[in-house]
Nanobody, 128 residues
Framework: VQLQASGGGLAQAGGSLRLSCSAS???????????RAWFRQAPGKEREFVAA????????YYSDSVKGRFSISRDNAKNTVYLQMSSLKPEDTAVYYC???????????????????WGQGTLVTVSS
């Protein structure tokens, strides 16, 4: 499975960006806890969870730092997940990675070790 992330760029504080993560190759069993997620890593910091979505049910998960500002969605027909980022802050500046995993239980949704596949990352820079 290959994941391709896109949509990063430069935005001003208070602005918006939308990231996309498309998947190709492999087969995800729709009956498993197939989950797609976004993580981010800022310079000098550890990678952190941003948001996730169950591809079959659409259940969404967010970190406290982005809740209410970011929205994750999916298009199963296109095997693509989106991250709509609004009210951006300079502290949102990071490389954003999309990830995918099967059989991700709820308690592991926020753990990057639960995901088997990773995209290459896309840089988001928010200026003040």
């Amino acid at each position: 499975v290959q994941l391709q992330a896109s949509g990063g760029g430069l935005a001003q504080a208070g602005g918006s960006l939308r990231l996309s993560c498309s998947a190709s190759g492999g087969t995800f069993n729709p009956n498993t806890r197939n989950t797609r997620a976004w993580f981010r890593q800022a310079p000098g910091k550890e990678r952190e969870f941003v948001a996730a979505i169950r591809m079959n049910s659409g259940t969404e998960y967010y970190s406290d730092s982005v809740k209410g500002r970011f929205s994750i969605s999916r298009d199963n027909a296109k095997n693509t997940v989106y991250l709509q980022m609004s009210s951006l802050k300079p502290e949102d500046t990071a490389v954003y990675y999309c990830a995918a995993g099967n059989g991700v239980i709820t308690s592991n949704t926020y753990n990057d070790r639960a995901y088997n596949y990773w995209g290459q990352g896309t840089l988001v820079t928010v200026s003040s």
